[in-house]
Each structure stands twice: as C-alpha cells, then as structure tokens.
C-alpha cells in the first residue's frame, strides 16, 4: 500500500454512519451506481457486495488501485477522471456523491460542472444523492495537549498517526487540519501538518444548484454525527 491509500484509509475507511442509507438507496432505485469521489471504495465494495453493479469515480489513481484490488470479484469498474468533467458513455439509476466531496470541489461553478455531468448520466427518473457538512463546529487544539487518542494503523512496520487538531473557519470555506505522525522501524518520526480545504454549503444552496443543472430536488435525508465525524444531510436530486 502506498502511503497516500495508508492515509486515505486511516481518516475515511472507518466511517460507517451512513451505509444504512446508500445501500437503502440503492435498493430503491436499482443499478448500476456511479460513486463519484470513491477514493480506496468504503461505499463502492459495499454496494457491490449487495449485488450492485458500481463504477467508481476518482481522480486519484493510486486509491484507484487499491479499489480494484479489493474488488476482485464484484461488479466493480474504476474510472480516474475529474468529477467535473467526465464522460462514461452509459446511464446510471444512482448516482452517490458521499462523505462531502462535493464540498471538495473548489466553488460553485465546480459544482455546477459536476452537477451538469452526472445529470447526462443519469437514467429517466435515476437519482442523484450528495452528502453535505452544512455547518462545522469551529475549534482548534494545542497540538501538544491533544485531547482525543488518533486514528492509528501499523503497516509494514511503520506506524501511521493521524489527530484532527483544528477546524478554522474563512468567508467561504472549512480548513480541516490534521497532525500526521509517521514512525519507521528504527523509530525515525516525521510529523506533518495535513490541510483539506471544505467549501461552505448548505444544503438549499445545492438544490438552487440542481434545479439549475437540471435537476428537480426529491428531499433530504439526514445522517447523525458521530464521535469522530460531523454530521451530514443527504440532498437528493432526481433526474
Ligand atoms: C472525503 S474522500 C471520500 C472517499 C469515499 N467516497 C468515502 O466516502 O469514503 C473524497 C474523495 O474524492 C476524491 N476527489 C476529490 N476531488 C475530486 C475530483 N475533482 N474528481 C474526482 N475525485 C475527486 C478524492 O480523491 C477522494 O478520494
């Protein structure tokens, strides 16, 4: 495993609050589904392991990669393309954009192509389900007083650590920083500051986006925060 798919897996794979709801989903409108933003395939593996033909969006070969190895035998393909622009040649009943990616973009026009390009492939009444972090509690930890343990994996030897240690807040966007602590075999450690830039959104600012790609809204649906991960409200927009 390469460490990009090490740390992808460690801060993401655990998550699974809202499973119950993508595999509820897809069982209401059938296959195949387009995950987009599948990174190492928490949501792909598990609605290929109900029976679901998925094709798995990124950008990111390497989580890619990882995917496809853990697909082996699932009605799995990958794809490495830009959510923003992307052309499969096929439709698809569901369409799942999970665990705030779409906040991931970089703004509304980003969005607004991504919305456009899964609306061409979409079947005639398919959906199109996108989880959103409309609010996030600001904080910030003194690095050296953490309160809460790490998420932490070995692999190989090395041991992977990473602490959530702010979430600062700008005009229009989250900086969610995490301390990554990495500690080889012979004790070598290496300590490096992790910033993923969240756009703020909330959840009828999407809708308004929809609507004008096309879409018309069909409800949302709300997943629970956890210990470790915000809460999410699930916008869904039919074809
Ligand atoms: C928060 S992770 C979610 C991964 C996975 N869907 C899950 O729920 O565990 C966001 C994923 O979106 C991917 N991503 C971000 N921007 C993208 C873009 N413009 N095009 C395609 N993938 C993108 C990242 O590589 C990453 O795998």
């Not at 595999?23 to 928490?42: F, H, I, Q, S, W």
């Not at 003194?142 to 959530?164: K, R």
Request: hydrophobic share 45%.
């Amino acid at each position: 495993m390469t460490p990009t798919v090490i740390w992808h897996d460690l801060e993401c794979g655990a998550y699974s609050e809202d499973l119950t709801l993508w595999r509820r989903l897809a069982a209401e409108c059938g296959g195949p589904v387009l995950d987009v933003g599948a990174g190492t395939g928490r949501v792909a593996l598990q609605l290929a392991r109900d029976g679901w033909a998925v094709v798995a969006l990124d950008h990111d070969i390497e989580l890619l990669n990882a995917l496809a190895c853990r697909a082996q035998g699932l009605k799995v393909q990958t794809v490495c393309a830009d959510a923003r622009e992307f052309e499969l040649g096929r439709a698809f009943a569901l369409c799942v954009v999970p665990m705030q990616t779409i906040q991931l973009l970089g703004g509304s026009e980003a969005r607004m192509r991504l919305l456009r390009c899964v609306r061409r492939h979409l079947s005639d009444g398919g959906v199109l389900a996108i989880a959103v972090a409309p609010e996030l509690e600001l904080y910030e930890t003194d690095a050296e007083v953490l309160q809460v343990l790490p998420d932490m994996t070995e692999v190989d030897g090395v041991l992977y650590s990473s602490q959530p240690v702010a979430i600062r807040g700008r005009q229009e966007s989250y900086a969610l920083v995490r301390r990554r602590e990495r500690v080889d075999a012979h004790g070598r450690r290496r300590i490096a500051e992790n910033v993923v830039r969240l756009d703020r959104l909330a959840p009828e600012e999407l809708e308004r986006e929809g609507a004008g790609a096309g879409f018309v809204p069909s409800g949302r649906e709300e997943v629970a925060e956890t210990a470790e991960y915000a809460g999410s409200v699930v916008v869904m927009l039919s074809g």
